[in-house]
């Protein structure tokens, strides 16, 4: 049996929730319970005046729980010592419980008054977000030519949300395009363009960026905030819109800047605005969303906060699980287990930290995977697989060091946006000039030599900078 112990409409309304779990007794004064309905099953007794805990009756029914709502129905000087002297084994639960010992389970008002705050502020901010973001978009001429642009080598993640921005565009009216630069590899990522018919267009060459640039009325980024770091916009290019959950160190230039690194993915930003405007949701996006936020988090297994978790479970609504499951299940292909092959191959172990350096990368998305594969490696902390390809040395990297933020070590590192990312998560694109080497000849033993002088960069930054 539950004792709820108080006349207050808190008390009144948390008898009838444990009414519905099992037998409830609330216990209160007359004068100030007045006339209750509407309780459930819950077994009512108002009090003439107040009482002693241990005069309380209890009909023959020992309570499994106490909880004690408003202290001034017991007549006893220090009400949770009397409560704890009838009942000692039995849990109690108070707002009350400050010089109490530990047996007593106390809940803190101003944190939870302090977090509804936050939660009525965050609505204020994803109302107003979604209110900024519409207006400019119907303060467009109607028709106009929206460029979506995503990172380099797109991710589920800004697929997803260059997916969505098609989608209000479209609904506003506009005629959006999806642009991108590199290549979709990873065979996830194939699957989510192909299964969800994510209609993309790839630049290879300058002058049809500039073509772009030039017929675009407006110019949106996703997953990302600095033009010329990881992505085909010329570095003095001003976007109009900029929706990106990664942090800046540095002032963002845009008409309407969604920066916010709470949340711990772009799909899940993306999905608090849609909840908010009038754009109908469908399966196929739902589902891009949804697979977005799982992938950025690692299915929940890596950095997430609430807002990620409400984002997914509004989707869940529209989400077609079998497409879901169709695009997280893709078949591997020969290149890829070769990339696996090499990597386990040179990998080289210095206490909690993993090298993987893959002399001969066909694919740069084939890193990531292979990344996520050893960091389930036992006693290891840091992960960080390399390779060349296209006079560069791409990398991608994990961690799980708590006096690490890792996206913030690369970009410190290799500067000029090379690399960057989160706190466990990142990755980057290190020009050879970097490393000391102004040119690539194709001979393996120049290549070699990159990927060795890679090595030592990432010595420095993860073993001895760390033990310094």
């Known amino acids: 049996m539950f004792l709820v112990i108080g006349h207050s409409s808190l008390a009144i309304e948390l008898a009838r929730w444990c009414s519905k779990r099992r037998l409830t007794r609330i216990v209160g004064l007359a004068s100030k319970m007045g006339i209750v309905e509407d309780v459930g099953e819950c077994e009512v007794l108002p009090l003439p005046s107040q009482m002693l805990a241990a005069e309380l009756p209890d009909s023959g029914h020992h309570p499994t729980a106490v909880i004690l709502v408003d202290a001034e129905v017991l007549s006893d000087s220090v009400p949770l010592i009397a409560l704890r002297g009838r009942w000692p084994d039995v849990?109690?639960?108070?707002?009350?419980?400050?010089?109490?010992?530990?047996?007593?389970?106390?809940?803190?008002t101003d944190e939870i008054i302090a977090a509804a705050y936050r939660e009525k502020i965050r609505s204020w901010e994803r109302h107003a977000g979604a209110k900024v973001l519409e207006t400019y978009l119907k303060g467009l001429s109607k028709e106009s030519k929206v460029a979506i642009f995503c990172h380099d080598n797109p991710d589920p993640d800004a697929l997803a949300s260059a997916l969505a921005m098609e989608a209000v565009c479209r609904s506003i009216g506009h005629i959006p395009t999806i642009y991108h630069g590199g290549l979709i590899e990873h065979q996830q990522n194939q699957a989510m363009v192909r299964l969800l018919e994510i209609p993309l267009r790839r630049i290879i060459l300058d002058w049809e960026l500039d073509d772009v640039l030039n017929e675009a009325d407006c110019i949106v980024t996703v997953d990302f905030h600095q033009p010329g770091a990881n992505n085909v916009l010329p570095e003095e290019c001003v976007p109009h819109i900029i929706i990106d959950h990664h942090a800046s160190d540095k002032p963002v230039s845009a008409d309407v800047a969604f920066l916010r690194p709470e949340y711990s993915a772009t799909s899940s930003l993306i999905a608090n605005l849609l909840m908010n405007m009038s754009v109908d949701m469908t399966p196929r996006l739902a589902t891009a969303l949804s697979f977005g936020i799982?992938?950025?988090?690692?299915?929940?297994?890596?950095?997430?906060?609430?807002?990620?978790?409400?984002?997914?479970?509004?989707?869940?609504?529209?989400?077609?699980?079998?497409?879901?499951?169709?695009?997280?299940?893709?078949?591997?292909?020969?290149?890829?287990?070769?990339?696996f092959t090499q990597a386990l191959s040179n990998k080289k172990h210095d206490g909690d930290l993993i090298l993987a350096p893959i002399s001969s990368l066909k694919s740069r998305d084939d890193l990531s995977q292979v990344a996520d594969f050893l960091f389930a490696t036992k006693d290891t902390e840091v992960v960080v697989v390399f390779g060349i390809q296209r006079n560069k040395v791409l990398l991608s990297a994990r961690s799980r060091r708590d006096n690490l933020h890792l996206g913030l070590a690369l970009s410190k590192h290799f500067s000029d946006g090379q690399a960057g990312g989160h706190k466990g998560l990142a990755g980057g694109q290190i020009l050879f000039e970097t490393l000391g080497f102004e040119e690539f000849a194709d001979a393996e033993v120049k290549g070699n030599e990159i990927l060795e002088a890679m090595a030592e960069h990432l010595h420095t930054i993860f073993v001895q900078e760390d033990s310094s």
Do not use: C, H, Q, Y
């Open 91 to 108: 849990p109690l639960l108070t707002t009350e419980a400050e010089g109490i010992d530990d047996s007593v389970d106390g809940i803190d």
């Open 294 to 339: 799982r992938t950025d988090t690692l299915s929940f297994t890596r950095s997430f906060n609430p807002v990620d978790l409400r984002a997914l479970m509004w989707l869940n609504t529209w989400v077609d699980s079998e497409l879901l499951a169709s695009i997280e299940a893709p078949l591997k292909s020969k290149d890829t287990l070769e990339t």
